[in-house]
């Protein structure tokens, strides 16, 4: 089958090892037995987009690949890690290296991108085909996987220490000067500005869910000042702007500078490893039970509407995650409209599935609910009006997903739990349409902007019954065969899901969207 990813990190977990080898495998058997059996580590490990993997698709693969250096604050969080690990598994994950980046002896830049990174794909020349405008001109070849590069976080092009605070701010010319020097190499699609921990650029979207997160609460209040002559550097340079990561004021910020011509030579905006909150910005509060300060953010719990109003089967329909790190409705079809593309991710809680097992999924406040829980920037809070009158205003027990919900979709049987993974795909492709078709996109246009990305081997939450590339073979043909049965069984998506051609959307969302997005861009 042909197959795009427009985001995925084929060798990191690799880069970890005392003597790094791209050709290796981490295993979730190198998990040791009581992590394993009491956490989601092993899941975590398994996901993989390995290029043998790959090898098996016997046809056009094409994926993006991402230069990403590690924050320091998540090195220093994931020192602790390596104790989860069985002994003769530790060397995979460098406790030297780790150590380097946190007190900078390692450069995010010159050391982890380029030199552990980038030069282990130009490298293996027998594995990787690095796409260049030539490469159009003929048939892509089907015995190498064909790589393009995104580069996740602009805190992955300085040599400064990699964090921020009052004192260390990430200089702008220093992040432009060294694109230029990838750029001599590669040429770079896409760049998220901002990843895990608080930027000088911009404020972020709370993400990170594995040990004590308080270094990574948001504290920003969207845009900076830097933030935007490094974009404008970048769309200077043809190159797109990656949404995802951003907080939703620093996207509000961007969109809405764009639509007043702030900027010059604007590229489209890309979201390449999306997932959506199923609600607009406006009604967003009304599904939050739960605001507290805490560590100088704001804790929030958001429930998780089943959309009854279109009268879905249950138990049994999914639910998505309204954390702010997922796009809002105005601002999917912003992307769609400004000639931008949205790859969905396949991350499961980005995709809006809580486990049972997790750390609170029902979270403090004691109710039968399951909730996605959040950290938000004060200032961004008040900066947004967001009124505590709104909050909590659409909340309703019958149309929330509970824990007695919850268990019944997965514990019933592994074919009905597998449906209930798979259908939070196509809630999403169902979403994306409707948002689309509400704001005047017709249905054959939308279908040529949405793709693929995985986001695999980004130590991800992985759906077990989907957790490396290898698997995504059968998810399009889950998708083949029932997303027109899930689109006429909703009461809004029944009016035009005969608009959509099954057969011809299949190729362009997991091959010709991509393919068409990224030779226009070479």
Known sequence: MKYFDFHCHPVLKQL???????DAYIYKNDVATL???????????ETQTHQSQLSEFQDEVILGAVLYSVERNVADTVIPLRGFLKKASQFKLSEQLLKDIVSNNNKPFSDFLMKRTLDKYLQATSSFNILAKESFKSPLPKNKVNVFFTIEGCHSLVDAPNFCDANNKYKPSDILSNLDKVLTKVPIISINITHLQQSSLCNQAFGMQVADSTKFFPSGNGFENDGRTVVQGIFDRKICVDVKH???????????????????????????????????????AGQIQLKKPLSGALYLEITKSLHSKNNPRRPGFPSFNASTINLFDEEIAWIVKNGGVIGISMDRRILGYVDKFDDNPVGITGMDRIVDKEFFSKTEWTSLGIKNEEIGTSIDDNDCLLMT???????????????????????????????????????NIAQKQITIG?????????????????????????????????????????????????????????????YRFLKSRF
């Not at 509000?252 to 007043?260: A, F, N």
Request: proline share 5%; aromatic share 12%.
């Open 35 to 45: 992590p394993k059996l009491c956490s989601d580590l092993p899941n975590i490990i």
């Open 246 to 284: 951003m907080s939703y004021k620093s996207r509000k910020d961007l969109m809405s500078e764009i639509d007043s011509k702030k900027y010059k030579n604007i590229q489209p905006l890309v979201c390449t490893h999306a997932g959506f909150t199923g609600v607009s910005f406006k009604d967003w």
């Open 16 to 22: 970890f090892n005392d003597d790094p080898n791209i």
């Open 405 to 443: 919900e919850l268990e019944e979709n997965t514990e019933s049987s592994i074919p009905q739990r597998d449906e209930y993974f798979y259908d939070h795909i196509l809630n999403h492709i169902k979403h994306y349409f409707q948002v689309c078709k509400d704001n005047g996109i017709p249905i």
């Open 454 to 514: 995985t986001d695999f081997d980004g130590l991800i939450n992985p759906f077990i019954n989907m957790p490396t590339v290898k698997n995504m073979r059968d998810v399009r043909s889950y998708i083949s065969m029932n997303l027109k049965y899930f689109l006429k069984d909703l009461k809004d998506s029944k009016k035009w899901a005969d608009e959509l051609n099954i057969d011809i959307f299949m190729e362009d969302i997991f091959y010709n969207n991509g």
